[in-house]
C-alpha cells in the first residue's frame, strides 16, 4: 500500500503553478455582464428525443455546461463520431439552446471515443479535435494550445467574477483498475493506491493548481465525474488515491475559496457534502442525465439529498444582491418538478480566518 500523500506533496511543480497564474486563462476575456443562472447537465444520447430541453430553455439560463457524455460515440471510427455530433447538432431544443445562451463543455467518456477510457484510447487527438470543432473553439484559441481539452473561463467584472473550471479527466488518465466480471452488489472499479497513478497528469495538474489561484467570487470546478463520492465501484476520483487526496489537499493548502463542485456521468441527480479535514464544507451537484437514467442509486457516504429516477438537468441561481451573495443549487426533473435545491452562501466557503 502505498503511504498517503501529503499536503505538503502540493507544492510539487509550485514554481511551474505560479508561473501558469500569472499567464492568461484559456477562456476567452471575462464579459462584463454577471451571470445569475447557469445550467448544466451530462449524458444526452443523439438517438434518443430530448424534451428537456424545454425546460433548459424555459429556464432561459444565460450559461450552459455540457459536463460530458454530450453525445455516446464509443468509436475509433471518426466518421462515425462526426455523424453523432451531427444527431445532436440537429435536435430542435439543443439549437434554440445554442442560440440563446453561451455553451462550453467538456467531455466524458462516450464522446471521447470510449466506454470507461482513458490515456489507452488510441484516437485521442483525432476526437478532440472533432470535439473542438463541433463546441465551436477557434483555430487560434488557446483550449487547441496543448494535449487534451481542458479549460478555464472568466465571466462578470470584478466583484461579480466567476470562473468555471473544466478539467479533462480522459485523455491523461491511467486505465482503471478493478474486477473482470462485475460483482452483483457493487461495481467493477477498485481503488488504485499506486502514488503514479493519476487522473490529470502532470502538465494538467500544474494548470489547475495556477487556476485554483486565480481571483474569482465564485469558482465553479465542473467535472465529467464525481470528486466527493467515497465509494470506488463505478468511475470517480476516489479511484485514484493520490489525485483525489491530492485536490483536497490543494484546496486547503492554496488557500481556496468559493468553490462549488458540479458533476455527471451517473445517469442520476445527487447533492454530497464533505467536512471532515476540510476548511469548508465542499458541495458537489450532480446532474445526470438529460436522456440517460440509471436505476438504482451507488452508495455514497456523502450524499445529502438525492433526486427522483428521471431525466434531469442542473441549475445554478446566483444572487449578486444579498448582503452576502448566494448561490442556489437545484435540480429540475423532467416532470418540471426540484428535485434537489440547497442555499449555499459565499460566506460559508471561506478559508478559516477569513470569514
Request: hydrophobic residues 40%; charged residues 20%.
Amino acid at each position: 500500500m502505498a503511504s498517503p500523500i501529503s499536503r505538503r506533496g502540493v507544492i510539487k511543480g509550485a514554481a511551474t503553478s505560479a508561473a501558469l497564474a500569472s499567464a492568461p486563462a484559456l477562456g476567452a476575456p471575462a464579459a462584463q455582464q454577471a451571470l445569475t443562472r447557469i445550467a448544466f447537465g451530462s449524458c444526452a444520447h443523439q438517438d434518443k428525443e430530448q424534451p428537456i430541453w424545454d425546460l433548459v430553455n424555459a429556464w432561459n439560463p444565460e450559461l450552459f455546461i455540457f459536463l460530458g457524455d454530450n453525445i455516446y460515440g464509443d468509436t475509433e471510427d471518426m466518421a462515425v463520431l462526426r455523424a453523432k455530433y451531427d444527431k445532436l447538432a440537429a435536435k430542435p431544443g439543443f439549437r434554440t439552446l445554442r442560440r440563446n445562451a453561451k455553451v462550453i463543455a467538456t467531455w466524458d467518456d462516450h464522446d471521447f471515443g470510449v466506454n470507461d477510457g482513458g490515456s489507452e484510447y488510441p484516437m485521442k487527438a483525432e476526437s478532440a479535435a472533432i470535439f473542438l470543432d463541433f463546441w465551436g473553439v477557434p483555430a487560434d484559441h488557446p483550449r487547441r494550445s496543448h494535449e487534451g481539452i481542458y479549460a478555464s473561463y472568466l465571466f462578470g467584472p470584478e466583484g461579480r467574477r466567476i470562473q468555471v473550471i473544466l478539467p479533462d479527466n480522459r485523455t491523461f488518465r491511467t486505465p482503471l483498475l478493478g474486477y473482470s466480471v462485475e460483482p452483483e452488489d457493487k461495481g467493477q472499479y477498485v481503488v488504485n493506491p499506486d502514488p503514479d497513478a493519476t487522473m490529470l497528469g502532470q502538465a494538467q495538474w500544474d494548470w489547475l493548481e495556477a487556476e485554483l489561484r486565480r481571483p474569482a467570487d465564485l469558482r465553479i470546478l465542473a467535472s465529467s465525474t464525481q470528486m466527493l463520492p467515497d465509494a470506488p465501484g463505478y468511475e470517480a476520483w476516489i479511484n485514484f488515491q493520490a489525485d483525489h487526496q491530492r485536490l483536497l489537499d490543494l484546496i486547503d493548502f492554496a488557500q481556496v475559496e468559493n468553490l462549488l463542485i458540479i458533476s455527471g456521468d451517473t445517469h442520476y441527480a445527487e447533492l454530497s457534502r464533505l467536512d471532515e479535514r476540510m476548511p469548508y464544507p465542499l458541495y458537489e451537484l450532480t446532474s445526470s442525465g438529460l436522456t440517460e437514467v440509471w436505476p438504482v442509486f451507488g452508495p455514497n457516504r456523502n450524499r445529502i439529498a438525492k433526486a427522483p429516477l428521471m431525466p434531469n438537468f442542473g441549475r445554478l441561481t446566483i444572487d449578486w444582491g444579498a448582503p452576502s451573495p448566494s448561490v442556489l443549487m437545484e435540480v429540475q426533473m423532467l416532470d418540471g418538478s426540484i428535485g434537489i435545491s440547497q442555499a449555499v452562501s459565499l460566506a460559508e466557503l471561506k478559508q478559516p480566518g477569513t470569514r
